[in-house]
């Protein structure tokens, strides 16, 4: 069964605006991860965050996770037209093979 | 330099029809995955394998099969495609199997099956 699932599916904004994505999963996970993809492309990692983190910083991006509500949430800050991508989180399960399942994604639209 | 390679881009193809696609990485990486990307954009990993030997083998049929000649190389061969095999397909790569660490993928492969 799908482990993680975002929220919204589906997000537009202008730029200069913030876009923030939700991700829930259900197990135990070791860390989460958030990817990027571009229309066409392969996916590109952004951030990873460990199961005791709760909190991460990179450039623009903020993430967070909240191991009790088994959720995090990407934050991008002043968003730009390039930013404009699918966003997909990732659970890297407890105990694993290096295995991650991928949520469905959330497509956001920046507008110049 | 590309870090993840795949071949080819684009295949259309027939039904029934045997068709490969390749996978190589420049990263000295030991793991690789396979995985299959649907019209909806869901993702789902297929096979991975670390330093040769498949350690992810998730239910997909048996037509389906993955082989890796050394740990730079993972190839996806498919026997007697159906429509429901059209796809994009990625391979990916990644340092350490334990610890989920994050993961490099190609551009694609998508898959026709007419």
């Known amino acids: 069964s799908q482990q993680g699932e975002e929220d919204p599916q589906a997000l537009s904004i202008q730029e200069g605006e913030n876009a923030t994505m939700n991700c829930s999963y259900k197990?135990?996970?070791?860390?989460l991860q958030w990817y990027r993809q571009n229309s066409g492309r392969g996916l590109v990692h952004l951030i990873l965050?460990?199961?005791?983190?709760r909190e991460k910083h990179s450039g623009r991006l903020r993430v967070t996770l909240d191991t009790s509500k088994k959720s995090s949430s990407l934050l991008i800050t002043a968003s730009r037209a390039a930013d404009t991508a699918s966003y997909f989180c990732?659970?890297?399960?407890?105990?694993?093979?290096?295995?991650?399942?991928f949520g469905q994604g959330t497509t956001l639209q920046v507008k110049p | 330099d590309t870090a993840v390679s795949q071949t080819p881009k684009y295949l259309v193809t027939q039904m029934g029809n045997d068709k490969s696609i390749k996978c190589e990485q420049n990263?000295?990486?030991?793991?690789m995955y396979w995985y299959k990307q649907d019209s909806k954009k869901f993702l789902k990993i297929m096979f991975s394998?670390?330093?040769?030997?498949?350690?992810i083998n998730e239910t997909v049929p048996n037509r389906f099969s993955p082989k890796s000649p050394d740990k730079a190389h993972l190839n996806l061969h498919i026997n007697s495609l159906e429509l429901g095999d059209s796809a994009v397909y990625f391979c990916?790569?990644?340092?350490?199997?334990?610890?989920?660490?994050?993961?490099?993928f190609g551009p694609g492969t998508r898959l026709t099956v007419t």
């Open positions: 990916a790569s990644s340092q350490e199997r334990d610890r989920g660490r994050e993961q490099y």
């Open positions: 197990t135990s996970i070791n860390n």
């Open positions: 965050i460990r199961s005791n983190e």
């Open positions: 990732a659970t890297a399960l407890s105990g694993n093979t290096g295995k991650l399942i």
């Open positions: 990263l000295g990486h030991d793991t």
């Open positions: 394998y670390n330093n040769k030997e498949l350690i």
